[in-house]
């Protein structure tokens, strides 16, 4: 069991970490309630089950709560006293165990799609300019206008360069090192 909150989550599995505040013990009496809100108002609560002078949470995520990021709050009470305990955020990641078998699912962060969009723009651009592009996001989209070859080529190198970031993140996640030997 881990000794900090997750910071990844996936909605339908059973998320756990011990949790001890030094000012807050369960032995005094205070109660620890975790609460996880995000913009689609898809969040969830996670109550700690005192263990000694630390707590323990574990918790089932609904599977209806939304991909992204996920806030979190963790509050301690003791009778009619409460107070905020810690806080910090979570990415809650799709799982393909919501996904039917024959369904779509598109893993790649935003940043991937954007540079695929991006990268797409690029292709018929024969011109110096190219006239107009959609980027098609998760419940969004942005269109733009009259962006110079230069200024997508601009863009398309700040893009690879975030995905670029987020992957080695997920490798060094992973325990690999995060920078990849080239020989």
Not at 68 to 78: F, H, L, P, S, Y
Not at 114 to 130: N, Y
Not at 133 to 153: C, D, M, N, P, T
């Amino acid at each position: 069991m881990n000794n900090y909150e997750p910071a990844e989550i996936v909605p339908g599995e059973t998320i756990e970490w011990r949790k001890s505040l030094a000012d807050y013990s369960p032995a005094d009496g205070w109660a620890l309630t975790y609460y996880f809100r995000n913009a689609s108002g898809t969040g969830f609560d996670a109550a700690g089950t005192a263990d000694g002078g630390s707590w323990e949470v574990s918790q089932v995520v609904p599977v209806t709560v939304a991909a992204g990021r996920i806030d979190w709050e963790a509050w301690v009470k003791k009778g009619s006293e409460e107070r905020r305990a810690d806080k910090g955020t979570a990415t809650v990641t799709a799982s393909l165990k919501a996904v039917a078998a024959d369904g779509a699912f598109d893993g790649r962060t935003q940043a991937e799609r954007d540079l695929d969009a991006v990268r797409q723009a690029l292709v018929p651009a024969t011109s110096a300019a190219v006239q107009e592009y959609e980027i098609a996001g998760v419940g969004s989209s942005r269109r733009l206008r009259y962006f110079s070859k230069e200024e997508l080529l601009a863009l398309e190198t700040r893009l690879a360069q975030r995905v670029n970031k987020e992957r080695r993140a997920a490798r060094h996640k992973q325990g690999a090192s995060y920078f990849k030997n080239i020989y």
